[in-house]
């Protein structure tokens, strides 16, 4: 796929000495889902912010679509939708007439059956006539997406779409990014639920203290990093770990009933084997295995304690 | 230049206006009828006339000139305020958009609401004295100059402005004693020598000397100078609003 936004060697210095962004380089392709990990502070919003233009850099430079942020500004903003972190609406706006709005401030002449189109498809509709005050938050949340989408961007950005909402909101902003992808508009979302990344992305990266740590698609990232987990069932409850399974890493249950061991799949030897032999030396009956793949969330913490 | 985006600016500023047209209208209205009541009836007629034109008529061109520098600001400022109040600045600042389509949005809105509630005050105002204006067309560009760079001030009032009281002490503090102390109700020349030099360090004083020469063919200084003064604010306006938008302050914060 080709790249839709060139992100070459991005520096972003504040006056206080606070290095926001450090030689970020990064390609990002036309018509995929990316999310960027990061703890907070760790450079995601000065990033999008950046690309959107709402900061300006200190050091290299972007190009969406091909064109430069700075010296061709108005082609590639036109290129950009985004959907800020904070609910930002006038409260006393109609639903229809906010959409409007971004359409014309994006010099786009008005086109009343794509800007329905868009409320339908965001269930909007219904409620274009109200005013955004009355509106839910993820009502609100679906009219910033829609504002963004108001110009027919190519690029998306989310910038904590999920922040601080419920968990029925999360998997209906979802759904709302899940049909997004399906229309082939290009999404970069920000998030630090890595839940989130899980569910949506094709490509994750990482990002901590301004340094972009690594951009993987998803499974490679995860098969790379990922350590599993076996959870081994007694026939018959243990009172305490027979000494030759000590200092291996095994840890026993409260109740006697579990044995549990962290192994890394992309070891040569992952200690399993050895494990099961060790315990059918000691008489240990074996009743029932279980093994947990661990989440992207185990992956970054991963990252960020050698980054540190 | 993105015009769409002007005129996208432009009428929305316009729409809340035409919302609520009857406060809009009202209050400026009601505040003209009482100054005609009490300057124009009851001290007015204790003044026989000021430089060969009757009281009442003499400050017609200051009372339009009052409400045109307070509807400019507070329009203006608070157009611009709203949106950095509700968070919605930043499209202004993603958008292809620039400073001067912004500005000219928001401050082309401010302006020609001040000359439509202007334009209504000179029309309550036939009811009252009678008015002739000896030159319209003039009158007329003394408005549009005004206003607009009256609303760029208060563009820039309301960039700078991190809260409500700030947004409106500067119209209540400093615009309201300057169009008061600049002549809106007396002519310079009445003032002794030394209140006389005080007054022309006043630049409020030139734009109501110009406007009501643009009625009157009177005025306490050139009417060229006016329009200097006029040109040299509009101009240092356009720059401080270029600066601001070239650095972000209180704009990308």
Redesign the interface.
């Known amino acids: 796929m080709p790249s839709i936004i060139e992100i070459d060697h991005l520096t972003k210095r504040y006056d206080s000495g606070t290095h926001a962004l450090d030689d970020v380089t990064l390609d990002i392709r036309e018509g995929e889902i990316l999310a960027l990990l990061g703890p907070n502070g760790a450079g995601k919003t000065t990033l999008i912010s950046i690309i959107?233009?709402?900061?300006?850099s200190t050091g290299g430079t972007v190009r969406v679509g091909g064109h430069d942020i700075a010296s061709d500004?108005?082609?590639a903003?036109?290129l950009?939708g985004?959907v800020?972190q904070?609910?930002?609406?006038?409260?006393f706006e109609k639903v229809i007439d906010c959409v409007r709005?971004?359409r014309?401030?994006?010099?786009?002449?008005p086109d009343e059956a794509y800007v329905e189109e868009l409320l339908r498809s965001l269930a909007l509709w219904d409620k274009r006539d109200a005013r955004t005050r009355e509106l839910s938050g993820g009502m609100k949340r679906r009219v910033l997406i829609a504002?963004a989408l108001s110009h027919r961007p190519k690029v998306l950005f989310l910038d904590e779409p999920t922040a601080g909402v419920d968990v029925a909101l999360r998997r209906e902003m979802w759904e709302v990014v899940g049909r997004l992808r399906e229309s082939g508009v290009t999404i970069i979302l920000t998030t630090h639920y890595l839940e989130e990344a899980e569910q949506m992305a094709d490509r994750v990266g990482v990002i901590n203290r301004g340094k972009l740590l690594l951009v993987k698609p998803k499974a490679e990232l995860m098969g790379e990093f990922s350590r599993k987990h076996l959870r081994i069932e007694l026939s018959e409850p243990l009172a305490a770990l027979p000494g030759p399974l000590a200092g291996q890493g095994i840890t026993l249950s409260g109740d006697g009933r579990h044995l549990g061991f962290d192994y890394d799949i992309s070891a040569e030897r992952t200690g399993i084997a050895r494990l099961l032999s060790q315990l059918a030396e000691q008489g240990i009956a074996v009743r029932d295995l279980e093994t947990k793949q661990s989440s992207l969330e185990e992956v970054f913490m991963s990252l960020v304690e050698d980054e540190r | 230049m993105?015009?769409?985006?002007i005129?996208?600016?432009y009428l929305?500023e316009m729409s809340r206006f035409f919302r609520t047209i009857w406060q809009s209208l009202a209050s400026p209205v009601l505040s003209t009828v009482l100054y005609f009541v009490v300057f124009g009836a009851a001290i007015g007629g204790r003044i026989q006339s000021v430089e060969g034109v009757a009281y009442g008529a003499f400050i017609v061109p200051g009372l339009m000139m009052l409400t045109i520098l307070q509807q400019s600001v507070s329009n203006a400022s608070f157009g611009i305020f709203?949106?950095k109040f509700?968070?919605?600045v930043?499209?202004?600042?993603?958008?292809?958009?620039g400073w001067i389509e912004v500005t000219a949005g928001f401050v082309g809105a401010a302006a020609s609401k001040a000359i439509l509630i202007a334009a209504v005050i000179l029309l309550t105002s036939f009811f009252f004295v009678g008015v002739h204006i000896a030159h319209p067309l003039w009158m007329l560009g003394f408005l549009v100059l005004t206003s607009v760079s009256f609303s760029l001030l208060g563009f820039i009032l309301g960039l700078w402005a991190k809260n409500f009281e700030q947004l409106q002490i500067v119209p209540m503090m400093v615009i309201t004693p300057l169009v008061f102390l600049g002549g809106a109700f007396y002519s310079a020349s009445m003032l002794p020598p030394f209140w006389e030099g005080v007054a022309r360090l006043n630049p409020v004083l030139y734009l109501i000397s110009g406007f009501r020469w643009s009625f009157f063919d009177i005025a306490d200084v050139p009417v060229k100078v006016s329009l200097v003064a006029v040109g040299i604010m509009l101009l240092i306006c356009l720059g401080l609003i270029r600066w601001i938008f070239a650095t972000?302050w209180r704009l990308?914060e």
């Open positions: 959107c233009g709402q900061v300006r500004w108005r082609a903003r036109k950009i985004l800020p904070e609910i930002a609406l006038e409260p709005f971004t014309g401030l994006y010099g786009c002449p504002k | 993105n015009f769409r985006a005129r996208t600016i929305h709203f949106p509700s968070g919605t930043y499209e202004f600042l993603v958008a292809p958009t972000g990308r």
